[in-house]
């Protein structure tokens, strides 16, 4: 019976991983399509449906505690536990994310991050101005931006220092709205219906 269960998830894993290749291949696409014609508008309601079926297929529960506000232009500024942050997040709301500089030379997955429409972020602090001109034309545009305001990944126990250079974007400038600035907090509870430890 173990055995018997073993082969079973085994199966229905690959199954999963089968079905995760072919939606991302066939919204990849679509994505793809709609970059060539320029139609941006559309991009984050497609990306939207992605993350959901995708977060469907993995089994991603996702409880909502508030409401993201429709205030523009908007920073959404998160915590970053994992890789799975951007399908929960990028269900629960349309946003746009700002990887690494790095992301975008990476082989298939910099250019889904372009076709998808997200903002690169040089880490170098001597590319700041550049950054901020970027992510300023991206606010004006009418996207609500979306920063991991700690730079990498943690434990999701504490917050690690803020690279607090980009909350820059977030000051008055003249002639335009004050950018709101909108905190989400992630956090993982369960995995399989089982308790995650939260022990230090």
């Known amino acids: 019976m173990h055995r018997y269960a073993i082969v079973t998830g085994?199966?229905?894993?690959?199954?999963?991983?089968?079905?995760?290749?072919?939606?991302?291949?066939?919204f990849a696409l679509l994505f793809g399509a709609l970059y060539a014609i320029k139609k941006t508008r559309w991009q984050l309601a497609l990306a939207g449906y992605c993350y959901k079926t995708i977060c469907f297929i993995i089994g991603i529960k996702l409880h909502l505690h508030g409401q993201m506000t429709r205030q523009r232009p908007l920073l959404v500024v998160s915590n970053?536990?994992?890789?799975?942050?951007?399908?929960?997040l990028g269900m629960a709301a349309q946003v746009t994310f700002t990887p690494k500089s790095e992301i975008g030379d990476w082989p298939v997955i910099g250019t889904l991050c372009r076709w998808v429409g997200c903002v690169f972020i040089d880490r170098a602090?001597?590319?700041?101005a550049d950054n901020l001109a970027g992510l300023y034309?991206?606010?004006?545009?009418?996207?609500?931006l979306l920063l991991f305001a700690e730079g990498t990944t943690g434990d999701g126990k504490r917050l690690l220092p803020f690279r607090s250079s980009f909350f820059k974007i977030a000051e008055p400038?003249?002639?335009m709205n004050p950018t709101v600035i909108q905190?989400?907090?992630?956090?993982?509870?369960?995995?399989?219906?089982?308790?995650?430890?939260?022990?230090?």
């Open 80 to 88: 970053h536990v994992s890789y799975l942050d951007i399908i929960a």
């Open 183 to 200: 905190p989400v907090s992630l956090h993982y509870t369960r995995i399989n219906n089982l308790p995650i430890a939260t022990t230090d």
């Open 173 to 175: 400038r003249e002639g």
């Open 137 to 144: 034309d991206a606010l004006d545009d009418g996207k609500a």
């Open 10 to 26: 085994m199966i229905v894993a690959y199954l999963k991983l089968a079905l995760i290749i072919l939606s991302i291949t066939l």
């Open 125 to 128: 602090r001597t590319r700041t």
